[in-house]
């Protein structure tokens, strides 16, 4: 097939759920089909991956929608419109055109467009359209604003309030949609939803060779990401000062992108690291011996669980961070709700070696058989079929 990849944001390195979900789509994809990418970018030194995305395009086109402009689009055009600020913030006329030439000048079989906030520019296509939503905007919001304060509250119910209804008009207008969980797939309530769960790349992210002496425990993720933030600020606050009083040892790294301020300043506190961004998140979690995901807020799958336990590390999450991921607790991993539970969980780690061992090579074999990427762009592989055969 001869596919047209649209994404929001230049697909490498591949750091954010954004970014990671398209480069190895294409990456798997290319070696039986003709990709062609149309990507937005924010900042020229982005544009030094173009030579790797080359392995995997026949051809790349970029359009620059710097931050400035995205600010001034949602400045200008949230007042006067009803689409989410979130939309808004990638308008560009440019990107538009420049997609536009691409479908007239060349004959593609089926463009997958990826996140929601691409919608306006894939209406009315009369090539057949695969959107990638990832997760649900909306789902996401509703937890969110659950979380905030006035006045940020009242801005995130706006924007909750928009989504809705643009979640609700858009879904229905392309040939299929994509999500990684049946949450996001029941909040959409579209009939042409798939699920299709997150992949990771089991090769890249495998064990440690270097065994870890003291107990060590990890949070990985990007640190702007509001979920995140609440994540770390309620572990730190409710469980890990506890546990230092019981493992004198113990210590915790907060690895991950742009953390703010109230993050950073956990790193001041006696035995907490915070990285910011590293080069090599396996080799960050090579450094611990368990892994958290103590989840408050978000949707969809988290990236974060599934790379720990592919390095091997026992992880100990929660429901709502477990999502849908199908591992068993005690199998595969640790399940806690409470701030009780979640220390009881990992003292019982720290306690036994071979427990945390066993939990951790079940983890890993676990990612092997249902999460590789290539189990799940084959997933991709056959909707692509089903849509072009109703076509």
Not at 56 to 82: D, E, Q
Not at 293 to 299: D, E, L, Y
Not at 328 to 337: G, H, I, P, Q, W
Request: glycine share 4%.
């Amino acid at each position: 097939m001869k596919l047209l990849f649209i994404t929001p944001r230049f697909p490498y390195p591949p750091f954010r759920g954004d970014q990671a979900v398209p480069f190895h789509r294409m990456r798997i994809l290319s070696r039986k089909h003709e990709i062609t990418l149309l990507t937005l970018y924010k900042h020229d030194d982005e544009l030094r991956g173009i030579e790797t995305l080359s392995q995997y395009c026949s051809s790349i086109h970029t359009v620059k929608l710097p931050k400035w402009k995205s600010f001034r689009n949602m400045a200008f055009w949230g007042p006067i419109s009803r689409l989410p600020l979130q939309v808004l913030y990638y308008r560009s006329s440019e990107f538009r055109e420049c997609l536009n030439k691409l479908l007239t000048s060349r004959q593609f079989d089926l463009v997958h467009a990826f996140m929601l906030r691409l919608a306006p520019f894939c209406q009315d296509l009369s090539t057949p359209v695969v959107m990638d939503l990832i997760d649900s905007m909306q789902l996401n919001f509703i937890r969110r604003v659950d979380m905030a304060r006035v006045p940020k509250k009242w801005v995130l119910e706006e924007e909750l309030r928009r989504l809705k209804c643009f979640e609700k008009d858009m879904c229905n207008q392309f040939d299929r949609l994509i999500v990684v969980s049946n949450k996001d797939k029941e909040y959409i309530a579209a009939a042409n939803v798939e699920v299709v769960p997150l992949g990771i790349d089991t090769e890249r992210f495998a064990p440690g060779e270097v065994s870890v002496e003291n107990p060590t425990i990890i949070f990985s993720g990007n640190m702007f990401y509001g979920p995140n933030v609440h994540a770390v600020k309620w572990f730190a606050e409710n469980c890990f000062f506890r546990l230092q009083k019981r493992i004198p040892n113990i210590s915790f790294i907060i690895a991950g992108n742009g953390p703010p301020p109230d993050i950073r300043e956990l790193g001041n506190k006696p035995g907490i690291t915070v990285t910011g961004f590293v080069e090599s998140m396996p080799e960050t979690l090579a450094k611990a011996t368990l892994a958290v995901a103590p989840m408050q807020s978000g949707s969809g799958m988290q990236f974060k669980i599934l790379e720990a336990m592919s390095c091997g590390l026992p992880v100990v999450t929660n429901k709502l961070g477990l999502g849908d991921i199908k591992a068993k607790d005690r199998v595969e991993l640790l399940l806690a709700e409470t701030a009780d539970d979640f220390v009881a969980r990992i003292v019982e780690c720290f306690a036994s070696a071979k427990y945390a061992q066993v939990i951790g090579a079940r983890a890993r074999n676990f990612v092997l058989h249902q999460h590789s990427w290539e189990h799940t762009t084959k997933m991709v592989e056959n909707i692509y079929i089903q849509v072009m055969t109703k076509a």
